[in-house]
């Protein structure tokens, strides 16, 4: 069953630093998010991305937040300069299209910003 | 986007059947019923989803009554790998996309 990956699994990163956390998306879908979780909270919803733009984004995905589809391929969130709150685990997650469609998730890349 | 509000956690043992409610009051025209499954540092992965009365698939069923303001997701007979996070989602999928978590209901599966 085909399925989302994300790299890396972990990351450690230094306040102040740059960080770009990947994802590949099922290969037929149209669709791609992210979302983020800090530790013991709530799933929380980052930005959705179609056709090459943004269409959604929450009051999080700040202007130190961006997105990026550089290939045919992967799909990537970089935050430019992390800060401690920024530790989470970091959830793509991406979907067909249409009507009722589902999304899936991948593992997830756990960021710790120290 | 309707609130939705579940029991924060419930027990169970193995090979029993586990019904967790979800209430949604202001549940609107257009929004459809979403369950989704977390496991300990996993993604969300989707259950089952419905408009009204029941669905069922290879994993679960959703009971939807009438006024649809609340759903119950029924696992049959669980076992010790159904012991997770279990989110009711309620959305207009026409209008927009992005989920909405809420805390979730923490299922634990005893032996």
């Known amino acids: 069953e085909p399925e989302v990956t994300q790299t890396p699994s972990h990351q450690v990163t230094q306040m102040g630093q740059e960080v770009i956390l990947r994802c590949v998306p099922i290969?037929?879908?149209?669709?791609f998010y992210w979302y983020r979780q800090i530790l013991g909270q709530k799933v929380e919803f980052l930005v959705s991305?179609?056709?090459?733009?943004?269409?959604?984004k929450s009051e999080i995905f700040d202007d130190q937040f961006s997105v990026e589809r550089p290939d045919g391929s992967n799909f990537t969130l970089k935050i430019r300069s992390t800060k401690l709150e920024d530790s989470a685990m970091y959830f793509c997650?991406?979907?067909?299209?249409?009507?009722?469609?589902?999304?899936?998730f991948g593992p997830g890349t756990r960021l710790l910003v120290l | 986007l309707a609130k939705t509000t579940q029991p924060i956690s419930m027990d169970s043992y193995e090979g029993q059947e586990v019904n967790i409610t979800c209430s949604h009051n202001?549940?609107?025209?257009?929004?459809?019923i979403t369950w989704y499954q977390q496991f300990p540092s996993q993604g969300p992965r989707f259950i089952i989803q419905?408009?009204?009365t029941k669905v069922t698939n290879e994993v679960a069923s959703l009971f939807i009554p009438a006024d649809r303001k609340s759903s119950t997701l029924s696992l049959p007979r669980v076992s010790l790998s159904d012991t997770a996070v279990y989110y009711c989602?309620?959305?207009?999928?026409?209008?927009?996309?992005?989920?909405?978590f809420g805390t979730g209901t923490r299922l634990q599966v005893f032996p």
């Open positions: 989602l309620v959305g207009d999928i026409m209008d927009t996309d992005k989920l909405i």
């Open positions: 419905g408009y009204k």
């Open positions: 202001n549940i609107a025209t257009n929004d459809y």
């Open positions: 290969s037929n879908h149209l669709y």
């Open positions: 991305f179609y056709n090459n733009e943004i269409s959604e």
């Open positions: 997650a991406s979907r067909v299209g249409g009507q009722q469609e589902t999304q899936y």
